[in-house]
């Protein structure tokens, strides 16, 4: 089993950043699949970023969002500039082991979630 709890949301003015962090503990291994989803009120949970080897981040973020991760500390972060309003939501941390996906179902355990409000 591997946990996974998310910190380092709160709010914040559009044009501002923040970094969310997510601790992983448990089964810890270099080689999951991290990803970062974001669900907005009344929206689909959506993909923002993963990392398994090399990046991959949603069109919508490109450019001013980035993840890393630290593998001594069992951290993962989303470091997130030039926050819009749009980027409201819950965010959520998750690993699996099928590679990048930006499907939900392809990763397997996942955080409780931290919220994003960003504010004009």
């Known amino acids: 089993q591997v946990q996974l709890e998310e910190s380092g949301g709160g709010l914040v003015q559009a044009g501002g950043s923040l970094r969310l962090s997510c601790a992983v503990s448990g089964r810890t291994s270099s080689t999951y699949t991290m990803g970062w989803f974001r669900q907005a009120p009344g929206k689909a949970r959506e993909l923002v970023g993963a990392?398994?080897?090399?990046?991959y981040y949603a069109d919508s973020v490109k450019g001013r969002f980035t993840i890393s991760r630290d593998n001594a500390k069992n951290t993962v972060y989303l470091q997130m500039n030039s926050l819009k309003l749009e980027d409201t939501a819950v965010y959520y941390c998750?690993?699996?082991?099928?590679?990048?996906?930006?499907?939900?179902?392809?990763?397997?355990?996942w955080g409780q979630g931290t919220q994003v409000t960003v504010s004009s």
């Open positions: 990392m398994d080897w090399s990046p």
């Open positions: 998750a690993a699996g082991v099928r590679g990048i996906s930006v499907a939900v179902g392809d990763y397997d355990y």
